[in-house]
């Protein structure tokens, strides 16, 4: 039997963005293309300064084909108003770019993504980053953070603060928007959401080009 593909084979030589995304369109480097609708690409702007690295797409962002799109999604766009930061300056992807899930009842419930998979996909996520050169990378949640960091990285002691790193001039993580909707009740929801944006609201300097190491 032929190996399959790796991602990094189906990367074109000098890609644009959108034909990065029609190369990830035919990815099939680990399983999880079978049970996704179809790939779910970074979105935003080529000439970002801050890209934002999620886990991977939810359930209405496999049917979209869009990141960031579904409840996390709506809450991230809050976030970041009210932080000041316009989306559309932005660019939003995901370590993993195949929904992975599990069914329970009529509904797809989703599973985190592995190992295996978080590196056969990690070509297309270098592809992002070197295209975009962002002057701030900062991922959302554990999943986005470890693969970025390394596995010691601990975002419930470290989030919010610059973390040395080859990948831009300044990479930081915080929580993941899904964990602040799962909060227990409004009240801690409130809070978690008030220090998401305060995170958030650290990238100003670093956005604009200044040294605030
Ligand atoms: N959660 C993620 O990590 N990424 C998405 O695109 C949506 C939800
Ligand atoms: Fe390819 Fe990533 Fe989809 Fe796996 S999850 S098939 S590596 S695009």
Request: proline share 8%; charged share 25%; hydrophobic share 40%.
């Given at each position: 039997?032929?190996?399959?593909?790796?991602?990094?084979?189906?990367?074109?030589?000098?890609?644009?963005?959108?034909?990065?995304?029609?190369?990830?369109?035919?990815?099939?480097?680990?399983?999880?293309?079978?049970?996704?609708?179809?790939?779910?690409?970074?979105?935003?702007?080529?000439?970002?300064?801050?890209?934002?690295?999620?886990?991977?797409?939810?359930n209405e962002?496999?049917?979209?084909?869009?990141?960031?799109?579904?409840?996390?999604?709506k809450?991230?766009?809050?976030?970041?108003?009210?932080?000041?930061?316009?989306?559309?300056?932005?660019?939003?992807?995901?370590?993993?770019?195949?929904?992975?899930?599990?069914?329970?009842?009529?509904?797809?419930?989703?599973?985190?993504?592995?190992?295996?998979?978080?590196?056969?996909?990690r070509?297309?996520?270098?592809?992002?980053?070197?295209?975009?050169?962002?002057?701030?990378?900062?991922?959302?949640?554990?999943?986005?953070?470890?693969?970025?960091?390394?596995?010691?990285?601990?975002?419930?002691?470290?989030r919010?603060?610059?973390?040395?790193?080859?990948?831009?001039?300044?990479?930081?993580?915080t929580?993941?928007?899904?964990?602040i909707?799962?909060?227990?009740d409004?009240?801690?929801?409130?809070?978690?959401?008030?220090?998401?944006v305060?995170?958030?609201?650290?990238?100003?300097?670093?956005?604009?080009?200044a040294?605030?190491?």
């Open positions: 039997m032929p190996l399959k593909s790796s991602a990094e084979d189906l990367i074109p030589p000098r890609p644009t963005l959108p034909a990065l995304k029609s190369a990830a369109a035919d990815c099939q480097a680990c399983d999880l293309w079978k049970t996704g609708t179809q790939t779910v690409f970074g979105d935003g702007s080529r000439r970002a300064n801050v890209l934002f690295i999620g886990e991977q797409p939810g962002e496999d049917l979209t084909g869009k990141p960031f799109v579904g409840p996390a999604g809450l991230f766009d809050n976030a970041l108003g009210d932080a000041g930061i316009d989306r559309k300056q932005t660019y939003v992807t995901n370590v993993v770019k195949h929904f992975k899930w599990e069914p329970r009842g009529k509904r797809r419930i989703h599973k985190k993504p592995n190992a295996v998979e978080i590196a056969a996909c070509p297309w996520l270098e592809a992002e980053i070197a295209l975009v050169k962002p002057e701030v990378i900062v991922a959302l949640g554990a999943t986005a953070a470890q693969a970025l960091l390394g596995p010691k990285f601990r975002v419930t002691k470290q919010g603060e610059f973390i040395e790193s080859t990948l831009a001039p300044y990479v930081m993580a929580v993941h928007p899904s964990s909707l799962r909060a227990p409004d009240e801690t929801r409130r809070l978690e959401y008030r220090r998401f305060d995170d958030l609201k650290k990238l100003a300097p670093a956005r604009a080009g040294v605030i190491k």
